[in-house]
């Protein structure tokens, strides 16, 4: 398995909701990012796992809680969000902390 | 605060042509960069890393690297209109034990038959 995959592909809430972000590799890679991107920008890194521990904090507001239940698997739990928070969620994984490999995203639309 | 530059173009090219793409970066010590590729509502792909000065070739693909310039570019030679796509330049910063990436801006390339 040499890909990462993100659930749901899209996601609608509204600014009550609590969900969740899945993001799953299976390749053995030690890091995981999750990154906030919206149209026409670069990818703005949030949050970085490294050996399941969270290694970086972007200074994202606390209604975005990230979690890795194991070397596998990331989520990003989402509450309270903003329609300002309605973007391309991207995960990605590395091998070395560097090179990244990036899922195909969950398109989260805040009402 | 650590920046990466790159002209947001349209870049124009015919096909056959050699697309040219251009980043530069501020910081000194940065050891490695990458070049990812994104079409329009996908996400990024990697397509080249380069960590020594000098040029690293990989098909159509050539990445240059000048630490002492601080540039970094990316030639694309026989271009084709499925190259058409938005290229972004990412330089790694080490802080503490990790690494964050810094991506620019993206250059949008459009390749035309």
């Known amino acids: 398995d040499t890909e990462v995959t993100q659930t749901p592909k899209h996601l609608v809430m509204g600014m009550t909701n609590k969900k969740s972000l899945k993001c799953e590799q299976h390749m053995g890679h030690r890091a995981m990012y999750w990154y906030k991107q919206k149209a026409k920008k670069p990818p703005e890194l949030m949050f970085v796992?490294?050996?399941?521990?969270?290694?970086i904090n972007e200074s994202v507001p606390s209604r975005f809680s990230p979690e890795c239940p194991n070397s596998s698997l990331l989520n990003l739990h989402l509450h309270a969000l903003q329609p300002e928070d309605s973007a391309l969620y991207l995960c990605a994984s590395s091998p070395d902390a560097e090179t990244q490999y990036f899922g195909p995203g969950t398109r989260l639309l805040v009402l | 605060q650590k920046e990466v530059e790159q002209n947001s173009g349209p870049l124009s090219v015919p096909e056959g042509a050699i697309a040219s793409l251009n980043c530069t970066y501020s910081d000194r010590v940065s050891q490695s960069f990458f070049w990812y590729r994104q079409y329009s509502g996908k996400s990024p792909e990697l397509i080249m890393s380069?960590?020594?000065?000098g040029d690293k070739e990989d098909g159509r693909f050539t990445a240059q690297l000048n630490k002492a310039s601080q540039y970094v570019s990316l030639l694309i030679r026989d271009s084709q209109p499925s190259d058409s796509a938005t290229y972004l330049c990412?330089?790694?910063?080490?802080?503490?034990?990790?690494?964050?990436?810094?991506f620019g801006r993206g250059t949008s390339l459009i390749v035309h038959p």
């Open positions: 990412a330089v790694n910063s080490q802080s503490g034990g990790s690494y964050i990436p810094t």
């Open positions: 380069i960590y020594s000065n």
């Open positions: 796992y490294s050996y399941e521990k969270l290694s």
